[in-house]
Structures are given as structure tokens and as C-alpha cells.
T-cell receptor, first 111, second 115 residues
Framework: GDSVTQMEGPVTLSEEAFLTINCTYT??????LFWYVQYPGEGLQLLLK?????DKGSNKGFEATYRKETTSFHLEKGSVQVSDSAVYFC??????????FGSGTRLLVRP | DGGITQSPKYLFRKEGQNVTLSCEQN?????MYWYRQDPGQGLRLIYY???????QKGDIAEGYSVSREKKESFPLTVTSAQKNPTAFYLC??????????????FGPGTRLTVL
């Protein structure tokens, strides 16, 4: 079945460092891909999405490019802030209503 | 403001008791979902509903039940048959099938603790 694999955390960075969180997927069709963010004690918020190969999703300085050839959707940000500390989830959707989530990657940004 | 509300935020239950978690949305979305999140893990789908009066089991439906009598509401009952119910429960909704690039919108969650 379809699945999503994320790098294990926590990822600990200093403020203004460059961030990459790796995400790869397995899917039989042509899924849409998402990054969600979860702040402590809260629900998930959509960060960005891409619906077809080579699409780049971006929001709040975060970017991810849908790479069909490598089945990847890595999340990047050029300069992280303390307020970016959260758990980040990569997810895919197939032709059904369901989202399939990765296990999440916790990001800790130190001042 | 449109959104999804879940209540209560924290819930405590004694073993052997059923408990119902509320989820309401005013986004006019057709589809609604319930997920369970355990510490350090991703989200696992419990039940989902694509339309009023219809719902399907997700990956971990055992010990849970739902109803969808109104478009706005999708309550989840955690029954005494659920062996390990302590977790964070998240409700979500979407306008269109997720495969049509329809994102899911999440509520703030309910943390259930069994005493």
C-alpha cells in the first residue's frame, strides 16, 4: 500500500540555520503531497502542498518540490526561527478521501 | 470565523466507561475524519465520513464508533472495548476528495486519559 517515510527527529538547529527534513513516498498512482505542521498541544495546520510532479509548494519561507523521479518531497527553509519549533508531518493523498501521514519530525530551534 | 471545534480539550475516563468526543465544523465540508495520535507517532485514521449518514472504518476502528446525522457534526465514541484509549484525538474535514488536492482542516484536538 501507499506509505510515507520521514527522517527521524528530533532535528536541532540554531536560529538562522538551513533546514532540510527529508520525506519519501511510495504510491501506485499520482498522489498529491502535503506538509503539515503541529505546534505543541494543537491540531495540524497545512503548511504547503503540491499536486503534480515538479510543482513547488511554498509558504512562510518553507519550500518543497514534488520529485517524481526520486519519489521525494523534502521540506526546506533557508533560515529557521525559534518560532518554527514544532512537529512536521509529510503526507500524501491518493484517489480516495484519505491522507497517509509520515511519523512526523520534531524540529527544535535554539536561540 | 469558519473552522473546526472539538470539545472537550481534556477528558478523563475511568476504565470500563464509554466516552464521546465532539467535533463540529462550519466550513460546509462534505468529508470528516477522526485520527488518533500517540506520542512520537504519526496520525492513524479511525473512521471517516464522505457524506451525511455514511461512514467507513479506517485503519484502527476497533473499539470506536461514530455517527454522521448532520453535515456539521461527527462525534466519536470511545467504547470500553478499546483496550488502550489514552491518546490525542484529532478531527478533520475536507471539501473534496483528498486526491483532488483537497486539503484537510484539523481541529485543536482532545486529549483523552483513562484513569
Amino acid at each position: 500500500g501507499d506509505s510515507v517515510t520521514q527522517m527521524e527527529g528530533p532535528v536541532t538547529l540554531s536560529e538562522e540555520a538551513f533546514l532540510t527534513i527529508n520525506c519519501t513516498y511510495t504510491a501506485t498512482g499520482y498522489p498529491s503531497l502535503f506538509w503539515y505542521v503541529q505546534y505543541p498541544g494543537e491540531g495540524l495546520q497545512l503548511l504547503l502542498k503540491a499536486t503534480k510532479a515538479d510543482d513547488k509548494g511554498s509558504n512562510k519561507g518553507f519550500e518543497a518540490t514534488y520529485r517524481k523521479e526520486t519519489t521525494s518531497f523534502h521540506l526546506e527553509k533557508g533560515s529557521v526561527q525559534v518560532s518554527d519549533s514544532a512537529v512536521y508531518f509529510c503526507a500524501l493523498s491518493d484517489s480516495s478521501y484519505k491522507l497517509i501521514f509520515g511519523s512526523g519530525t520534531r524540529l527544535l530551534v535554539r536561540p | 470565523d469558519g473552522g473546526i471545534t472539538q470539545s472537550p480539550k481534556y477528558l478523563f475516563r475511568k476504565e470500563g466507561q464509554n466516552v464521546t468526543l465532539s467535533c463540529e465544523q462550519n466550513l460546509n465540508h462534505d468529508a470528516m475524519y477522526w485520527y488518533r495520535q500517540d506520542p512520537g507517532q504519526g496520525l492513524r485514521l479511525i473512521y471517516y465520513s464522505q457524506i451525511v449518514n455514511d461512514f467507513q472504518k479506517g485503519d484502527i476502528a476497533e473499539g470506536y464508533s461514530v455517527s454522521r446525522e448532520k453535515k456539521e457534526s461527527f462525534p466519536l465514541t470511545v467504547t470500553s472495548a478499546q483496550k488502550n484509549p489514552t491518546a490525542f484525538y484529532l478531527c478533520a474535514s475536507s471539501r473534496s476528495p483528498a486526491g483532488g488536492a483537497g486539503e484537510q482542516f484539523f481541529g485543536p484536538g482532545t486529549r483523552l486519559t483513562v484513569l
